[in-house]
């Protein structure tokens, strides 16, 4: 039994209970083994269940559930497999700056086609000397005439070796020299000098697939500048605060799997001539696991819902980020343990997908390191 902080959220389990019998168990293993390409008619399908604009607003055609609701979505996808919690969750992180910071015009152009998976966006912040020191945009936008020429790179862009559109923070027509200011251009892969290129080896998370971006002379209106120039940090940030929700969840759901799972392992393996689960060393790795889940859930929660009231939340999504994703190595890790040789060969379980999956959520979306100087930051100021 599932703690719900609010009654709709059974309403969002039961739906993916449903959806994940019929559309997910069939092909997630098929996903994860196949050889890294971007799975477009999957996606097509989330988009067509309402599972890619869950939570984008109703009036540009998204489902406009709350954050208690999609992050609920996040938490039960991530639960039947990570993968497709993640790519549920891209869409939502893209066209955040849209929805808050985007012309009406730019939000009726992007918004209807990405909320149901027709367009795929990606939001391009990382480069290779911008990851957790993300304001260090080597990416430059030089004005000439109405257009911006863009030249750079971006890499670890979830999606962006599919994407039809990026949210793209760059600089804007200032030297590379100089400390940047950070300014955001909607941009589009049909025209020339965009390249998406995926990236290859991934550990886990692999039906999400993971993308490099080239820009060589690209050239672009400047009528699709997102927002104003220089505020490109702040917005990228506010994005970020709400994602890191949506890891916290896909933490939580992976700490549920990895419970279910071992206490189902726990009452079924016999060895010396008794179900496992009679160890007391098994029991105390289950109640661990059950507590670190639970406070992981709670923090999470609390996130969401101040999110929904509309106070502040930055503190709190990085306190459940920290939480839940650390709580949730915690978790397949003793699983691992408890289903030992069955869980760590794919195919007696899902224990070693599991613990392939989990580990990214500790390092997307700022780095736990990155978290605890957020919140030590908000305790000390
Ligand atoms: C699968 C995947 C998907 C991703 N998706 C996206 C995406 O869609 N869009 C996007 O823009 N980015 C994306 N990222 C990038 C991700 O956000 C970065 O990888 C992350 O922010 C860390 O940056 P980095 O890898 O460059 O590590 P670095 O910043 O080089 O950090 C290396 C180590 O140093 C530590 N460190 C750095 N600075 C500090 C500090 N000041 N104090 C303490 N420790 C510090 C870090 O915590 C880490 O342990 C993705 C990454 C991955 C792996």
């Given amino acids: 039994m599932r703690y719900n902080i609010d009654p709709r959220q059974q309403a969002v389990r039961d739906r993916i209970k449903e959806f994940a019998e019929k559309e997910i168990l069939p092909v997630y293993k098929e996903l994860d083994r196949a050889p890294e390409k971007f799975p477009v008619d999957y996606y097509r399908k989330l988009g067509k269940a309402g599972y890619i604009g ?6 540009y055609g998204g489902g406009g559930y709350s954050n208690i609701e999609y992050i609920t979505l996040i938490e039960e996808l991530a639960y039947w497999d990570a993968a497709t919690a993640l790519l549920a969750a891209v869409p939502e992180l893209a066209v955040y700056p849209i929805i808050h910071f985007a012309t009406e015009e730019q939000k009726k152009k992007y918004l209807p086609k990405c909320a149901t998976g027709e367009m795929i966006p990606s939001f391009a912040l990382t480069e290779r000397m911008a990851g957790s020191d993300a304001a260090n945009q080597q990416t430059i936008a030089k004005i000439v005439g109405n257009e911006f020429v863009i030249n750079g790179e971006k890499i670890f862009i979830m999606h962006g070796d599919a994407c039809d559109l990026a949210v793209l923070f760059c600089r804007i027509g200032e030297e590379a020299s100089e400390r940047p200011k950070v300014s955001a ?7 020339p000098g965009f ?10 998370m692999r039906a999400a697939t993971t993308g490099r971006i080239e820009l060589k002379d690209y050239r672009i209106p400047i009528s699709y500048q997102l927002g104003e120039i220089g505020k490109g940090f702040r917005y990228a940030m506010a994005t970020l605060d709400g994602a890191r929700i949506g890891v916290a969840a896909q933490g939580v759901g992976l700490c549920q799997r990895a419970l279910d799972e071992s206490i189902s392992y726990a009452k079924s393996r ?5 179900p496992i689960a009679k160890l007391q ?5 289950i109640a661990d696991m059950a507590t670190q889940l639970e406070a992981a859930r709670m923090l999470t929660y609390k996130a969401a819902v101040l999110q929904d009231k509309g106070e502040k939340f930055s503190l709190e999504a990085s306190q ?11 978790c397949v890790d003793r699983a691992m343990q408890i289903h030992s040789g069955y869980g760590y060969i794919g195919e007696f379980s899902v224990i070693e997908k599991l ?18 100087m957020v919140i030590a930051g908000n305790y000390l100021r």
């Fill in 54 to 59: 869950f939570a984008m607003p109703k009036e």
């Fill in 185 to 191: 251009i909607i941009i589009e892969s049909n025209r």
């Fill in 195 to 204: 390249k998406g290129f995926t990236l290859k080896h991934k550990m886990g």
């Fill in 270 to 274: 016999i060895a010396f001539g008794a």
């Fill in 281 to 285: 060393a098994i029991q105390w790795m």
């Fill in 320 to 330: 459940a980020k920290l939480f839940a994703t650390e709580a949730s190595r915690f």
């Fill in 355 to 372: 613990y392939r999956d989990q580990r990214v959520t500790e390092i997307y979306e700022g780095t736990s390191e990155v978290q605890r």
